[in-house]
C-alpha cells in the first residue's frame, strides 16, 4: 500500500499552519505606516516612494530566488546536457 500524497503525509500541519500565519499577519499590521501598500498575504511588500518620482512603487518579493531558480535551473540543465 502506497503513503497518501497529501501535505499531512508530508509532515505539515495545516491547522497550525493557519494560525502561524494569523500571528505573522498581525506582528505585520503593527508595522504598517501610511506608505505601505496592499495588505497582507501576498508575495510581496509594495511601499510608495516619496514624491519627486513619476508615480513608483517599491516592490520587496519573497519569491525572486524560487522565481529565478525556476528560470534559471532548466538553462543549467541543458548547459549541462550539452557538455
Known sequence: MSTPLDYRS?????????????????????????????????FGGMFRVPPGYRAPVLVSSAVSLIVGLSVFYPVVLRWLGSR
Open 10 to 42: 508530508a509532515g505539515v500541519d495545516l491547522e497550525k499552519a493557519d494560525d502561524a500565519k494569523g500571528r505573522i499577519k498581525a506582528l505585520v499590521e503593527s508595522t504598517l505606516t501610511a506608505g505601505a501598500r496592499g495588505s497582507f498575504g501576498g
